[in-house]
């Protein structure tokens, strides 16, 4: 059975930087792909970013593109979302994800496994 466990989330000011981490316990070898979703309140959950099991192929939602950059460390089992220039509508809930297929991942599809979240809140 694969845990997530995301970590690193808090209060910051609009323009700082953030990195969370999800540390992933259990067989991780078999999912192709892993992904940062949020969820803002009162809104759905939004996909954010997406690695694959290589880490050599990324992608990202347009509105963090540019600014956020996903990583992964396999030798640690533990994916990375680097957040820069952070905005007020940044505030969420940060959740990670793991799942079968890399191209399908941002629509949720695939996915076998969440974490319990990590807050962050953007002052403006």
């Known amino acids: 059975q694969v845990q997530l466990e995301e970590s690193g989330g808090g209060v910051v000011q609009a323009g700082d930087s953030l990195r969370l981490s999800c540390a992933a316990s259990?067989?991780?070898?078999?999912?192709?792909?892993m992904g940062w979703f949020r969820q803002a309140p009162g809104e759905d959950r939004e996909f954010v970013a997406a690695i694959n099991w290589g880490g050599s192929s990324t992608y990202y939602s347009d509105s963090v593109k540019g600014r956020f950059t996903v990583s992964r460390d396999n030798a640690k089992s533990t994916v990375y979302l680097q957040m820069a220039s952070l905005k007020a509508e940044d505030t969420a809930v940060y959740y990670c994800?793991?799942?079968?297929?890399?191209?399908?991942?941002?629509?949720?599809?695939?996915?076998?496994?969440w974490g319990k979240g990590t807050l962050v809140t953007v002052s403006s």
């Open positions: 259990g067989r991780t070898a078999r999912f192709d792909a």
């Open positions: 994800a793991a799942g079968d297929t890399y191209g399908t991942i941002a629509t949720s599809e695939g996915i076998h496994v």
